[in-house]
């Protein structure tokens, strides 16, 4: 039990609290629902009660992710938080259906209903400030994880840069709370227009609107986790690692490179071809450098290295700077 414990408190922080902030509205949203009977509340609600249910999920994928590999499990649990995210996704694929169809059904058969308004205003401000907060959470962990400095009030637009560096988690987190926020505003547009103009078709075509937004966000979730769950190569720290290792002056190119994400991690496999004439204790001590090197970047967990001698062609495309040129002294073995 303390092991699980201990695994909890490594899950993503914005996925809990957004969870927790959610659940609340979809409460809250749902009791204004039935005072008032605004369809628009009703797509609020399944929105937060989806988000909820998701982001719980994903938090407690994030936590598991990180458990220690085992014999059984070698390469870890990494790709757990994206099977956990697409199995969140269908929850919010079902809250989504159900909320356009609401809303359809709204829009060709509008009810006029003047009570309530305040009350759906009420909620619907409180929401706006609370998926707010919770967005610019996601905004600020999107740019720790980028390495990028704290932004302020302005965290949540400069992190729409460095969203694609983000962890699985964080980014459904970003998205979720995003549509979300624009969703109270649709909503609380909608109540007011319909109850002064008596335009109630507005708050059905709104809600439909709402369901849609939830489905892109299902849609981009969905896609970016199948990737995860396969194995996608990352490509920016594929070329950055890349060119770590070319700066060193024993290695001479590299005949393989894949740097892929386990979920939040990076698993590096390496072939560097070197000089064939240098001892095997040296290369060793070559290679433990690279290895050390290699494992301090950001994310990377897991490196195999292997060296294959040099056969006179360059295959490592990447670098953009000069390979270094070295002079007999630095070969030599007796250097290390």
């Known amino acids: 039990m303390g092991g699980l414990f201990k695994l909890l408190k490594e899950g993503n922080k914005p996925s809990l609290i957004a969870a927790c902030v959610n659940l609340f509205l979809g409460l809250l949203k749902g009791a204004a629902f039935f005072f008032t009977g605004n369809v628009a509340m009703f797509a609020e609600m399944m929105h937060s009660l989806g988000d909820s249910a998701n982001q719980f999920f994903v938090f407690i994928g ?63 401000l409180i929401g ?30 400069k992190s729409v840069a460095y ?22 505003i649709l909503a609380l547009l909608a109540i007011v227009v319909a109850y002064f103009t008596g335009f109630y078709a507005l708050e059905g075509l709104v809600s439909m609107i709402i369901g849609f937004m939830m489905f892109y966000v299902v849609g981009r979730v969905f896609l970016d986790n199948a990737r995860g769950a396969i194995g996608e190569t990352d490509e920016e720290m594929h070329v950055h690692i890349g060119n770590l290792v070319m700066e060193d002056p024993h290695v001479t190119d590299i005949r393989r490179l894949e740097v892929v994400k386990e979920g939040e991690f990076l698993h590096v496999e390496l072939v560097a071809e070197t000089d064939p004439n240098q001892s095997l204790a040296y290369l060793d001590d070559v290679r433990d450098h690279l290895i050390e090197l290699i494992m301090s970047q950001k994310n990377v967990t897991k490196v195999t290295l292997s060296f294959d001698e040099e056969d006179g062609k360059t ?11 070295l002079n007999d002294e630095v070969n030599k073995p007796n250097n290390s």
């Open 62 to 124: 994030s936590a598991l992710s990180k458990k220690t590999p085992t014999k059984r499990f070698p390469n870890g649990f990494g790709r757990v938080v994206n099977l956990v995210c697409l199995g969140a996704v269908l929850i919010v694929g079902i809250l989504s259906y159900e909320t356009v169809k609401e809303g359809w059904h709204h829009f060709r058969h509008p009810v006029e209903h003047s009570e309530g308004i305040l009350i759906a205003i009420g909620v619907l």
């Open 128 to 157: 706006f400030l609370l998926e707010s907060f919770v967005l610019h959470k996601a905004a600020k962990e999107v740019l720790h994880e980028a390495g990028k400095e704290k932004a302020g009030i302005m965290s949540i637009p």
């Open 163 to 184: 969203l694609k560096r983000a962890k699985p988690a964080t980014k459904l987190v970003w998205m979720e709370d995003l549509v979300a926020t624009s969703g109270n």
């Open 315 to 325: 295959e490592w495309k990447h670098s953009t700077k000069d390979k270094k040129i």
